[in-house]
């Protein structure tokens, strides 16, 4: 079993990105399960980037890894800032045109010159990248061919002299490797034999999911990291009748997605955080009238415009209170890239089942991470339609009758007999305008209460590891895959520990996570990307009785870069010593 | 559907409104105009945003969306774009629609979607008890403008003619045969209609005496696709012309949205699968 973690760095806008992208893709064509992370600046120009990609040969990736096992430096401060993160025993493949490291034997070092092999051989510097390309596959084993095919596919329609001279690049950095350096490291990610395996960023998977769910009319306005949401569906969307509008603000996007679900189609918006401010009086009005939308939040660094290509995990009580009036409504976090496909066909069946908003917590990490997947069967995805009204409803039509679950059947324009008029004032049963106090309690009761049908679903939480450890590992959103993987390891150490991952957030699936605590924890650790440990205060205001004497350690931090495995098995640790 | 006649559009719902207000107008004229073009009820949307005349969709035999302040316009996009058979109609006042949601207007016209948006301007939120509305004269003493109101009122016709809206007109909710003959006019038009209906309020600003003497047709040789001579009528300082200032029939948003789905190859079919296939 091979797992092994490289990273790239260098000059943001010199293709570091594309470079890592396209080593991604030959590793997943080579049947090779991968795993991106990437941080490069908020500026389109300069600035450092830096991408890294785990690589295994059979099991599925569940985290961005620890330390690195190969850094390829572009230039002297990618060196500077992620030599440290080179495990010992690593391999520094680094451009001495450009810069030479310090004199350690920590590492194993091949220089090679990028640069100069670029300008000399090639006559073109950009090509640098493809040399570094060329080398990669010399010294670690992924094929060349895999790099052929991928810059013809990238390339092509730029003309056979462009594609000649990426080729030329890939060769003149396999030779020079063959020429000029001994492998002294035993790192392989060679062809596994396997099929392929799909290769989806966290937002391509929404919105594929999206599009399975029903999706037909998408109205977003651009922001980073949602935007790709907003131009992959644009693309495709169109294929399968629906409709994609760029607004002019965030408040017309949610706008208009509200209007389209009134006149009885599947909508939805995505954004980020400044963008789901504006939207939040659309967000009572979609309470109030009980209409079905997905809206999606992927959470940048905060608060304002923050860091807009950093996580955060900082948005959760914003999603789940924010606005004026109690408005109730149903927050989702995404837990994975292949959670984000399927997570989606979740949102909009619940949106449509229970008429409601759905906001659906992804965030920046997440959104522009890859991962291989395995290709969804589409043909057994269940997806659920809005209640219409029958016939003899319709005789005596009341818009938001209640009924024994709270949930009303709902007319849409074009239907004999179904007239009402949808409105963000209180309103009776039937929908006519009402300013009586036992009016205004009945109804946001039932606003309220028909939510509480989401709770029975059986997916709302996972839970890993030991089935009753004394300490338990409560997280959200994103943090999945790196919790399972630290109390993976945690669990083969011999340490009492499992972990509870809640899919749904709100309504706080709290009987649920009561029960599990219940068989004997005694402490929970609740790592999340925020400063302020905001899931960890809902779970507490959230425990019985029974359960208040259990310790609720927040693991909080806002750096604006996920966990590691390793910063949570030594929470683990900590907690479990307290408790021995 | 049997021809219904004016009163069977309107609902038995009781209007809020004071006597006297001019939006009785436009609710009878509007009446008068679904009539005569015979819409079918079941097809119809009136979406309205926040302020007295915000309150006009459930008076009306149809479907309704009575949403928030400001932002009628990019929900009846939604409501037209996610349907495009259904007729629909937006309506709200000058603060709705100048002020708060002035924001949406360009990118309305921009599209061009078949929507017919009446504003009921009487330059008063009378809602909130009479402060100024961008469409009060400059020095209103109001609630809110003890000393009289510091900010010129806004051109909408101006505005709209600077937008390129595709059919701009105007009216007076007192001349409701003029009112309901452009209202039947904006009906029929493809693509985005504006009307600036001078609606008094007759509460908080009295315009009922001062209004007529200034009030003009516009002259019948205008010719409504001269964009120039109608920004000439508007900027007319001692005359409001009514009636239909320009008319230029473009592509509707609904149109070009037809075409991108056709060139994106649509089959119909859905082809998720196919899809995938982009990320093997």
Not at chain 2, 86 to 108: E, K, S, Y
Request: glycine share 10%; aromatic share 8%; with cysteine.
């Amino acid at each position: 079993m091979s797992d092994f973690l490289f990273r790239f760095g260098g000059e943001g806008g010199e293709g570091v990105i594309s470079t890592g992208e396209l080593f991604t893709t030959a590793c997943a064509r080579s049947g090779l399960e991968i795993y991106t992370f990437r941080s490069y600046p908020a500026e389109i120009k300069g600035g450092h980037a830096m991408i890294q990609v785990r690589v295994a040969d059979s099991n599925v990736l569940l985290s961005r890894g620890d330390r690195a096992d190969v850094l390829v430096a572009f230039n002297k401060e990618s060196y500077d800032r992620h030599y440290k993160e080179l495990k010992d025993g690593g391999v520094l493949v680094f451009d001495n045109t450009d810069f030479l490291p310090d004199d350690d034997t920590r590492t194993l070092k091949y220089p090679i010159p990028f640069n100069k092999i670029a300008m000399e051989e090639i006559g073109v510097r950009l090509t640098k990248n493809m040399v570094s390309l060329g080398a990669l596959s010399e010294l670690f084993g992924v094929p060349q061919d895999k790099f052929k095919e991928l810059i013809r596919e990238k390339f092509s329609k730029k003309g056979e002299a462009v594609l000649e001279k990426n080729f030329q690049a890939l060769a003149a950095g396999a030779k020079y490797v063959r020429e000029n350096l001994k492998k002294e490291d035993k790192i392989r990610v060679e062809p596994t034999g396997r099929q392929p395996r799909l290769v989806l960023s966290g937002n391509e998977a929404l919105s594929l999911g999206a599009i399975a769910a029903g999706l037909k009319v998408y109205a977003g306005y651009p922001i980073t990291p949602a935007s790709t949401i907003l131009e992959f569906l644009a693309k495709e969307l169109p294929k399968v009748g629906g409709v994609v509008i760029q607004t002019e603000d965030e408040i017309a996007a949610l706008g208009t997605v509200l209007g389209a679900s009134f006149a009885g189609k599947k909508a939805m918006t995505a954004t980020s955080g400044p963008g789901f401010s504006l939207m939040i009086e659309m967000l009572g009005l979609a309470v109030m009238a009980e209409l079905p939308a997905v809206i999606v939040n992927a959470q940048r660094a905060g608060p304002s415009t923050g860091m807009p290509t950093k996580m955060e995990q900082a948005d959760l009580m914003m999603a789940i209170y924010a606005g004026h009036g109690e408005a109730p409504r149903v927050v989702l976090g995404l837990t994975s890239v292949e959670d984000c496909f399927y997570g989606m066909i979740r949102a909009f069946n619940i949106a449509e089942t229970y008429q409601t908003p759905v906001v659906v917590l992804t965030d920046q990490g997440l959104a522009q991470r890859e991962a291989s997947i395995t290709k969804p069967d589409v043909t057994g995805i269940e997806v659920l339609e809005r209640r219409k009204p029958t016939v003899e409803e319709l005789a005596n039509y009341e818009r938001f009758r209640i009924t024994p679950d709270n949930v009303s059947p709902m007319s849409v324009p074009g239907m004999p007999d179904g007239f009402y008029s949808a409105t963000g004032i209180e309103h009776t049963e039937a929908g006519a305008l009402n300013y009586e106090p036992a009016n205004h309690n009945k109804m946001i009761a039932k606003r309220a209460n028909k939510l509480q049908g989401v709770l029975k679903l059986p997916w709302i939480v996972k839970t890993y590891g030991l089935e009753k450890p004394e300490v338990a590992v409560i997280g959200w959103g994103s943090g999945e895959g790196v919790i399972r993987e630290a109390v993976d390891k945690a669990n083969k150490a011999g340490f009492k520990v499992g972990a509870l991952h809640p899919k749904i957030l709100w309504p706080f699936p709290a009987e649920i996570i009561n029960k599990y605590l219940a068989q004997g924890v005694k402490r929970v650790i609740v790592p999340e990307l925020n400063y302020s440990g905001q899931f960890a205060s809902l779970l507490k205001q959230h425990l019985t009785n029974g359960n208040r004497s259990i310790d609720v350690v927040p693991m909080a931090k806002a750096g604006g870069i996920p966990w590691t495995p390793d910063e949570i098995v030594a929470e683990i640790k900590e907690a479990s010593k307290i408790h021995a | 559907m049997p021809k219904m006649t004016a009163a069977q559009y309107k609902t038995k719902i009781e209007p809020v409104w004071c006597p006297g207000c001019g939006d009785f107008g436009v609710l009878n004229a509007l009446c008068n105009a679904l009539s005569v073009k015979e819409v079918d009820p079941k097809n119809l949307v009136f979406a309205s945003g926040i302020g007295c005349s915000g309150r006009l969709p459930p008076y009306v035999q149809a479907y309704g969306f009575h949403t928030v302040h400001g932002r009628v316009l990019p929900i009846s996009t939604g409501i037209k774009v996610a349907n495009p058979d259904l007729t629909v109609v937006a309506v709200g006042g000058d603060g709705d629609a100048f002020a708060i949601g002035g924001g949406h207007i360009p990118h309305m016209s921009r599209r061009n979607p078949s929507v017919v948006y009446i504003v009921m301007d009487n330059g008063t939120y009378g809602l909130t008890k009479g402060q100024a509305s961008p469409t009060g004269p400059l020095g209103m003493k109001t609630g809110a403008s003890p000393y009289g109101t510091i900010e010129p009122p806004l051109n909408p016709i101006a505005m709209a003619l600077a937008y390129d809206i595709s059919f701009v007109a105007r009216a007076y909710s007192g001349k409701n045969k003029e009112l309901e003959a452009l209202i039947l006019k904006a009906l029929n038009h493809r693509g985005f209609s504006f009307i600036d209906v001078i609606s008094p309020c007759i509460t908080y600003y009295n315009t009922y005496k001062q209004l007529p003497p200034l009030l003009a047709p516009v002259p019948d040789t205008h010719d409504v696709k001269d964009r120039v001579k109608a920004f000439e009528l508007a900027l007319k300082e001692d005359k409001i012309y009514l009636g239909l200032f320009y008319q230029n029939e473009r592509p509707t948003f609904e149109e070009r949205i037809r075409s991108v789905v056709d060139q994106s190859e649509a089959s119909g079919i859905p082809r998720l699968d196919e899809i995938f296939l982009d990320f093997a």
